[in-house]
C-alpha cells in the first residue's frame, strides 16, 4: 500500500486512541486545546518554509498555465470522486437528506456532467456539500482533541487525524488504485487536490497572514471554528457570552 | 474571486461593496430592527464605493468612518482581551482600546476593492439574548461561492451597534481573542506583550 497512507493511518489510529479519552469532557466554550504546542509551532514553520518554496510557487504556476474553467473542470472532477466518502458519513450520521442530495449529485455529475466535470446537478439545485470521518465522529459527540498540525497537510487535531486515516483507507478511488497496482493514480491526485486547493487561497491566507499578529494562533482558532461549523452543517454557534454591558 | 480578500475583510468588503437593494420580507416574530439596520448600514457603504469621483484615500476614510459608526469597538476589544482585562492598569485599558480601533481599521480598511457584482441578501433574523439580535445574511460572490454572514447586533440606548460577524462560523471576536490571548500567554502573561506588538504594527 502508499507509504503515506500507512504513515498516516498509524499516527491516526495511535492518537485517535489518546483522543477518545480526553474528549469527552470537553465542554460548550471554546477553548484552545493545545499541549503540543513548540511542536506545533515548529512544524506549522516548516510547513509555511515548504509552502514558500514549493506548493505556492506550483499553485501560481497551476493559475498561470490552467485557465479558470479548465480549473474549475478539475475541481468539479475532484469533488465528484470525493462523493462516495461524504455519502458514507452522510449514512453514518443518518442524514438522510442529504445522502439523497450526495447521490443524486454523483448520479447526474458522473453521467450529464461528464465524469464530473460539470457541476450539471449544482445547476440543477442540488447543493454540494463535504462531509469527513472526523465531522461524523463529531456529530456523535466526540470533541477535536489536542490541536495537531500535520506535515505538509497542515492544521489537523487528534480526531481530525484519526478520521483521515479512516476516509483514506475506505476511499473507493484508493481501494481500487491499491487493488490494481495504481497507487501513482492516488498520489497525483492527492498532489492535484493540494495544488488545487493551495491555488484558491493565496489571496485569503496572504490577508490573514497580513492583518495577524500571531498567525499560527490565529490559523488555529480559524481552523477549530471551520471544523465545528462544519460539524453543524452551518447551523447558529452558540453565541459568546459578551456579558450585559 | 478578486474580492476575497481576508476572511473577515471578505465580509466587511463585500458586504459594503454589494447590492443592498435586495428585498427583506421580515418573516419572523421579531420587528426586524436589526435587519433593516444592517441593510442601512450597507447602503451607505454601496453609496461610497460606488462614488467614483472619491480617491482612494476618502474611500479609506469613509469606510473608517462607517466602521466606527456601525461597530462597537470598544466592546468587541475588551472582551478580545477577556480575563485581561480585569486584570489591565487603567492606563493599559486606555491604550488598548486606542490601540485596538487602530489595529482593526488598519486590518479593514486599508486596499478596499471595488464593486465586483456581489449580491448580499438578508435572510433572517433570531433573537441573540438580551438585547442582542443575529441577523443572518448571504453574499454572493460572481463566479464563486455564496458565503455565510451573520452579524450580531446589540441595542444599546436606542443605537444599533454591530459586536460580532461571523463568515462561515468564524467569529471575528473569537478569533481576536484566541489570538490576543495567545499573544500574552507568549508574553509571560503581561498585557504588555499585546500592547507592545500592536504598538509595533500600527506604529
Keep these: 500500500m502508499r507509504p503515506g497512507a500507512v504513515l498516516i493511518l498509524a499516527s491516526a489510529l495511535f492518537f485517535g486512541a489518546c483522543a477518545v ?225 | 474571486m478578486k474580492a476575497i480578500r481576508g476572511i473577515f475583510r471578505l465580509a466587511l468588503v463585500l458586504f459594503v461593496s454589494t447590492g443592498i437593494g435586495a428585498a427583506y420580507a421580515p418573516a419572523s416574530a421579531q420587528d426586524g430592527g436589526a435587519a433593516v439596520f444592517i441593510m442601512e448600514l450597507g447602503d451607505s457603504a454601496l453609496r461610497m464605493l460606488a462614488n467614483s469621483e472619491l480617491t482612494d484615500e476618502e474611500r479609506t476614510d469613509e469606510f473608517r468612518r462607517i466602521l466606527l459608526r456601525g461597530f462597537d469597538l470598544p466592546l468587541i476589544g475588551r472582551y478580545a482581551l477577556g480575563r485581561h482585562w480585569r486584570r489591565a492598569t487603567e492606563g493599559e485599558r486606555d491604550e488598548f482600546n486606542s490601540l485596538f480601533e487602530s489595529f482593526i481599521v488598519e486590518s479593514y480598511a486599508t486596499r478596499l476593492g471595488r464593486y465586483g457584482g456581489e449580491t448580499f441578501k438578508v435572510t433572517g433574523e433570531r433573537n441573540g439574548g438580551g438585547r442582542d439580535s443575529v441577523v443572518r445574511s448571504e453574499i454572493q460572490v460572481p463566479d464563486g461561492p455564496r458565503v455565510r454572514v451573520d452579524w450580531r447586533v446589540r441595542s444599546r440606548g436606542g443605537t444599533l451597534k454591530v459586536v460580532d460577524v461571523v463568515v462561515e462560523g468564524v467569529s471575528m471576536l473569537i478569533t481576536q481573542r484566541d489570538e490576543f490571548a495567545s499573544v500574552i500567554q507568549r508574553s509571560g502573561g503581561q498585557v504588555e506583550g499585546l500592547l507592545a506588538s500592536l504598538r509595533q504594527r500600527v506604529r
Design chain 1, 21 to 245: 479519552q480526553s474528549d469527552v469532557s470537553e465542554n460548550e466554550s471554546p477553548t484552545v486545546n493545545d499541549p503540543l504546542e513548540p511542536y506545533n509551532r515548529y512544524m506549522f514553520a516548516v510547513n509555511d518554509a515548504l509552502d514558500g518554496g514549493v506548493i505556492r510557487p506550483a499553485a501560481e504556476a497551476y493559475r498561470f498555465v490552467i485557465p479558470q474553467p479548465g480549473r474549475r473542470a478539475i475541481l468539479n472532477f475532484l469533488r465528484n470522486l470525493e462523493s462516495p466518502v461524504t455519502l458514507a458519513n452522510d449514512v453514518l450520521q443518518g442524514e438522510v437528506g442529504r445522502a439523497s442530495v450526495t447521490s443524486a449529485r454523483f448520479i447526474i455529475n458522473t453521467t450529464v456532467g461528464v465524469a464530473g466535470l460539470f457541476d450539471a446537478a449544482g445547476a440543477m439545485g442540488f447543493e454540494r456539500h463535504s462531509e469527513d470521518f472526523g465531522q461524523t465522529l463529531g456529530v456523535y459527540g466526540a470533541g477535536g482533541g489536542p490541536y495537531f498540525v500535520l506535515p505538509i497537510f497542515g492544521p489537523s487535531n487528534f480526531r481530525d487525524t484519526f478520521g483521515m486515516g479512516v476516509d483514506v483507507f475506505f476511499d473507493p478511488v484508493n481501494l481500487w488504485a491499491g487493488n490494481t497496482e495504481r497507487e501513482g493514480v492516488a498520489l497525483i491526485r492527492t498532489l492535484v487536490r493540494g495544488i488545487d486547493l493551495r491555488s484558491r487561497t493565496i489571496e485569503t491566507l496572504d490577508e490573514i497572514e497580513r492583518t495577524s499578529i500571531d498567525y499560527y494562533a490565529t490559523i488555529r482558532s480559524l481552523y477549530r471554528q471551520t471544523r465545528e461549523d462544519e460539524i453543524r452543517n452551518g447551523d447558529l454557534a452558540p453565541l459568546p457570552e459578551l456579558g450585559a454591558d
